[in-house]
């Protein structure tokens, strides 16, 4: 069973407007969570991350939000790029009871049109 | 400061041959992992290694087998290929396993006939 789960295998957005990755997870010891980004033949790239004790955490055109009540999390790209186009990773990580892991979901693929 | 680099690139097997994929970071990094890239499964954890010498099972470690001779190398052997192992395979690293960023390989795509 999947602990961290992405249930849009794609998403399309115009340039400009905002895109929203989502991302739910079952294990509730999940302490920080990561986005990755990987372009078609690379590997993937930390995008950014949220620890537990924050709801929201910024990087320029990059927010990530966390709610952990209702365990999911959420990636806002504003506004989207043409070179945002890639697949995006949520991963999750539980620092007491496997602190050298993390588990990823299975990806969403964002395509920004022009 | 090539990072993490991965050879070979592409490689295609027949079903009960045996092959090595070699992994190595130049950035002196603790962990080193590989994972497996299936569609709609995400990124999955074989092995994972915490310094040298040392080797760890990951999620899915089955048919594979690994080696840490070296502080920057890490070897991920497949004993006796099969179809299911039909798969992209990426090596990462980190800093230690607080470092909560992993630097990831371009990846190996592997098929098996």
């Known amino acids: 069973d999947q602990q961290v789960k992405q249930n849009s295998p794609s998403l399309s957005v115009q340039e400009g407007r905002i895109s929203i990755l989502n991302c739910d997870y079952t294990n509730s010891m999940f302490d920080y969570f990561l986005w990755y980004k990987k372009y078609p033949a690379e590997g993937p790239t930390f995008l950014i991350s949220?620890?537990?004790?924050?709801d929201k955490n910024e990087d320029g055109r990059f927010t990530v939000f966390l709610n952990k009540s209702a365990k999911h999390l959420s990636l806002h790209i504003v506004p989207s790029q043409p070179g945002d186009s890639a697949v995006y990773f949520c991963?999750?990580?539980?620092?007491?009871?496997?602190?050298?892991?993390?588990?990823f979901g299975p990806g969403t693929s964002l395509s920004v049109i022009p | 400061n090539a990072g993490v680099t991965q050879t070979p690139k592409f490689r295609v097997l027949k079903t009960g041959q045996s092959m090595t994929l070699l992994c190595a970071q130049d950035m002196n990094h603790e962990y080193m992992y590989w994972y497996r890239q299936d569609p709609g499964m995400g990124l999955r954890l074989i092995h994972y290694s915490v310094g040298e010498g040392t080797t760890a099972k990951g999620e899915v470690p089955d048919g594979y087998n690994v080696s840490r001779l070296k502080k920057q190398n890490f070897l991920l052997g497949l004993e006796s290929a099969a179809p299911s192992q039909t798969s992209v395979y990426f090596c990462?690293?980190?800093?230690?396993?607080?470092?909560?960023?992993?630097?990831f390989g371009p990846g190996t795509r592997l098929t098996v006939t």
């Open positions: 990462a690293s980190s800093y230690s396993g607080d470092s909560y960023e992993q630097y």
């Open positions: 949220i620890s537990s004790i924050k």
């Open positions: 991963a999750a990580r539980d620092i007491i009871t496997s602190y050298d892991k993390v588990i």
